[in-house]
């Protein structure tokens, strides 16, 4: 199984390609490889990864011809609005949304605040019309593999954070290549992100060999490593690492200052308008359900999130990890990161939306519900089986098989409707 449909090159306008799947067309940027017109490619985030040749993506393709046709229409019908509110004030709101006029904070409020099962179907179901109108039935899969569990910073909120007594680990530069050459090679993704603790063992140079090596294999390699150096992530940008994922965890100075003692949230909002500057493919976004948070703060991150132009948002709620100072807090309930979720693409519609693993932990249905109410896209954990239970940044994280899970994300995804195409730009 591919985690991404091949697609033909049909036009060039400079760097910018148009690819055909199926006869829907998305653009895809060029800079990070070659093509030309009439080649057939893989594009992750927009971005051209690979070519691959005609023989081996019209066998590909065969074998996803009806089936893509059979999951567009499914989606095409799950997007419909079906639910009747029993707000009037909803269907006010909702009115300004497909009049495209942006909403006022009050606004955003109350549909955070909404309650009763009509009232959040309609919310849930507008929010998946709009995913639909936007992106088609396109949903990206990822893999993450989490290489690391050593940490310098003591994040309050975080099960590897520095003073936890924890069994640690640190992948070899070979063993990381290994691993990446299996998730690519055997399980077929085409985007691996790169997760870690801050750890500066890996110098610069361990990971500009990693980041290469793993380039090499023809897929999108996406950083989550951390606050590390501006020149250290320039140089891994050269070094063919094309995406990077960092939150700034809170859009509230204090809750951040107090939670991540010794950091800012300016040094850290910074950073991430520099990765987006030097051209990486962008994931950031926030923790839902930190200490002293309230619904302000949480429309405050949403709002937050998309000023900073990212080309994925994800967030995820907060669940506490013993032996952490945050271990008796309470988490949020699920619906509360629906309603993020659906509030996110309405007031940004053509963005893309993350499920993070850590809803899937609060919530066993969380990919299905998630998906149907605004988010379009996946990762699956790639973590060797050896190290997966020693990355605890929060406690009972749903620790699936590998194979496993990929088998239920493609069932699941089938019965959506959703097709593993590029996203597009
Ligand atoms: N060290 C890097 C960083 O902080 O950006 C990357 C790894 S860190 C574990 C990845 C993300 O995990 C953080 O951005 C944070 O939002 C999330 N996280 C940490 N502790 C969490 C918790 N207890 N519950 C939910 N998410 C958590
Ligand atoms: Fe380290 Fe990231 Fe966890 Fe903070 S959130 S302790 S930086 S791994």
Known sequence: MCYAIPGKLVEIKKNIGIVDYFGEKKNVLLDYGNAKVGDYIYAQGGILVNTISKREALEILETWKELFFELKKTDEKLAEIEAS?????????????NLNKTLTKDELLYLFALKGKNNLRL??????????????????????LEF??????????????????????????????DAAKYACGELGFKALVLQSGEDNWYTEDKLT??????????????????????????????????????????????????????TT???????????????FILATGFISG???ETSEDVINNILLTKSLKPDMHSFGPFIPAQDTPLKDHATIRPDEMLKTIAISRLIDKDSNILVTTALETLEKEAKRKALLAGANSLMINVTPK????????????????????????????????????????
């Open 148 to 177: 690391s569990n050593v940490c310098e910073n003591n994040c309050f909120y975080c099960g590897i954070r520095k003073e936890r007594k924890l069994k640690r680990y640190r992948m070899g530069v070979s063993e990381i290549i």
């Open 85 to 97: 509110p029993s707000s009037k004030n909803l269907l006010a709101v909702l009115q300004e949304v």
């Open 265 to 279: 949230l300016a040094s850290r909002l910074e950073l991430i308008r520099y990765l987006k500057e030097l051209g």
């Open 290 to 292: 930190l200490p002293g």
């Open 386 to 425: 050896a190290y997966k239970n020693l990355y605890r940044i929060y406690d009972g994280r749903v620790d699936k098989d590998i194979n496993k899970n990929i088998k239920e994300t493609i069932a699941i995804l089938r019965s959506l409707g959703r097709a593993p195409a590029d996203l597009g730009l």
């Open 209 to 262: 060999t990693i980041v290469s090596a793993i380039r090499k294999l023809g897929v999108l390699v996406f950083l989550s490593i951390g606050q590390r150096n501006k020149t250290t992530y320039k140089r891994l940008y050269e070094a063919g690492s094309r995406a990077a994922l960092l939150r700034f965890e809170t859009s509230n100075k204090e809750i951040f200052e107090t939670l991540r003692p010794g």
């Open 123 to 144: 919310l849930y179901e507008t929010a998946n019309n709009i995913r639909q109108k936007t992106h088609g039935n396109a949903c990206c899969v990822h893999g993450i």
